[in-house]
C-alpha cells in the first residue's frame, strides 16, 4: 500500500484507511466483536495503517474494537477518534468545552488501549464554544503526550482558519466523493494554502456508488440512510442513472464502481485519503484495489465530464444535521 502525508503535518498513513464506524453504528445492528476485529486485522495485513473511530459511534462500543483489534499492531497504525457531541442527551447535542475534550482523550486512551492519540478531531463545530479554546485544550493535551495532532470534522473555512492560528491543523475530515462535490469551491483551496491534508468520508457515497443498492434495497430499521434524502427510494431511482455511468467507465478500466470513485479522490491532490468503510471482507479487499488504479488526465477529464451532465436527486443530509455542517 503506498503511504501518503496528511498536508504538512508530518503525518504519514497508508493511501486508503478504514472509516470503522459501520461496525458498530449507523448501518443497523452491530457486526458481531469478533468478526469486526477480523476485518480490522485484515485490512492491517493487506496495507492499511489509517483507522478512524470516535466515542459516539456506538457508543464507545466501536473505539473499544478498534482497540482491541490493532493492539498488537500498536506502533505500525495510526487511530483516529473524535470528540464533541454530548452523549446522553437528545440529540444531535455538542460539548466542546475543553474540560469535556480532556474527559473524552482520557476515556478514549483507556477504549483504544494506547498511551496517544494519533489524531483528536472535533466532530462538529460548537457554536456555544469559541473554536480558539477548542484549538487551545487539543494544544495542551499535544504538549502532555496524551495527543500527537489536532483535526477538525466538517468545519467551515473561517473556523479552520481560525483554529489553524491556535494549533496547526493536520487534518480535516468532510465528506468528498464523485457523488458530492462541494468542497471543491472553497475547502480544498483553503486546504492546500496552509497544508492541511484531507480526509474524505463516505467516499462511496454511504454506499450507493458501489452499485450495490437499488431502488428496491430495503435498509434496517436502525440504518441511518434511512434519514439521507439522497437515498429515499425514489431519489435513488432517479440517482441509479450516475452509477450506471460510473458502472460502464469502470468497465473500460477492468474495474469497479467503488475502484473508479477511489482512484479518482486519489487523483485529485497528493494528501487526500479516504476512508471507505464496510463490513464485509470482500469488500475491503476490492476497496484496497483502488490504490493500484492509475487514471490519466484524459480518463478523469472524461469522468468529470460524464458524470457532471447527470442529475443527483436529493440532499446529503436531514435537515437536522445539515445545521452542524461548514459552522
Not at 466483536?33 to 476485518?39: P, R, S, V, W, Y
Not at 484496497?288 to 436527486?313: M, W
Request: proline share 7%.
Amino acid at each position: 500500500m503506498q503511504k501518503r502525508e496528511l498536508g504538512k503535518s508530518g503525518l504519514t498513513v497508508s493511501a486508503i484507511g478504514l472509516g470503522c464506524m459501520g461496525l458498530s453504528f449507523g448501518l443497523g445492528p452491530p457486526t458481531e466483536k469478533a468478526e469486526g476485529i477480523k476485518l480490522i486485522r485484515a485490512a492491517v495485513e493487506q496495507g492499511v495503517t489509517f483507522f478512524d473511530t470516535a466515542e459516539v459511534y456506538g457508543p464507545y462500543i466501536n473505539e473499544e474494537v478498534v482497540g482491541e483489534a490493532l493492539e498488537p499492531f500498536r506502533r505500525d497504525v495510526v487511530i483516529a477518534t473524535k470528540f464533541g457531541f454530548d452523549i446522553g442527551k437528545p440529540g444531535p447535542a455538542l460539548n466542546s468545552r475543553p474540560e469535556n475534550i480532556r474527559a473524552v482523550a482520557e476515556a478514549s486512551l483507556g477504549r483504544l488501549r494506547t498511551d496517544v492519540i494519533d489524531l483528536f478531531y472535533q466532530h462538529r463545530v460548537d457554536l456555544d464554544v469559541p473554536i480558539e479554546d477548542v484549538a487551545g485544550a487539543v494544544k495542551d493535551l499535544i504538549a502532555e503526550g496524551k495527543v500527537k495532532h489536532f483535526g477538525l470534522s466538517e468545519a467551515g473555512v473561517k473556523t479552520i482558519r481560525r483554529a489553524h492560528a491556535v494549533q496547526p491543523v493536520a487534518a480535516l475530515q468532510s465528506e468528498y466523493s464523485l457523488w458530492w462535490r462541494e468542497p471543491e469551491a472553497e475547502i480544498i483551496p483553503t486546504l492546500e494554502e496552509l497544508g492541511i491534508g484531507f480526509v474524505p468520508f463516505s467516499p462511496l457515497g454511504k454506499g450507493f456508488l458501489t452499485g450495490a443498492i437499488n431502488e428496491t434495497t430495503s435498509f434496517d430499521p436502525s440504518d441511518f440512510r434511512n434519514q439521507v434524502p439522497r437515498l429515499a427510494p425514489e431519489a435513488r431511482k432517479a440517482n441509479l442513472a450516475f452509477v450506471d455511468l460510473l458502472g460502464r467507465i469502470a468497465q473500460t478500466k477492468s474495474s469497479t464502481p467503488a475502484q473508479i470513485a477511489l482512484a479518482w479522490l486519489l487523483a485529485q491532490k497528493p494528501w487526500i485519503v479516504p476512508i471507505p468503510g464496510t463490513t464485509k471482507l470482500h469488500r475491503l479487499t476490492e476497496n484496497l484495489g483502488a490504490a493500484k488504479l492509475q487514471l490519466s488526465e484524459q480518463e478523469l477529464k472524461d469522468i468529470d465530464e460524464a458524470l457532471s451532465a447527470v442529475p443527483v436527486e436529493g440532499d446529503r443530509y436531514p435537515e437536522h444535521f445539515k445545521k452542524l455542517v461548514g459552522r
